[in-house]
């Protein structure tokens, strides 16, 4: 899980979120732009993870197996 953390930690999604912010405006926040985010980025990491050969390719180089188990 720390594994998961650290790699959405490294995406440059801080401009994005403010503007997802601040477009939604001051209305109901009963889903908030960043739950709603972090289910976009998993469903993402999920599927590039699944359609990457474990040991050949670029990201294959990038030991990611931990995040692959925790998926």
């Keep these: 899980m720390r594994t998961i953390r650290q790699a959405l930690a490294m995406i440059?999604?801080?401009?994005?979120?403010?503007s997802l912010r601040a477009a939604c405006?001051?209305?109901r926040d009963d889903y908030p732009v960043e739950v709603l985010w972090g289910v976009v980025v998993?469903?993402?990491l999920a599927t590039l993870l699944a359609a990457t050969p474990r040991r050949h390719g670029p990201l294959g180089k990038m030991h990611l197996g931990p995040i692959q188990k925790a998926l």
Excluded at 12 to 18: I, N, T, V
């Design 25 to 27: 405006g001051r209305g």
């Design 42 to 44: 998993h469903e993402a």
């Design 12 to 18: 440059p999604d801080g401009k994005l979120l403010e």
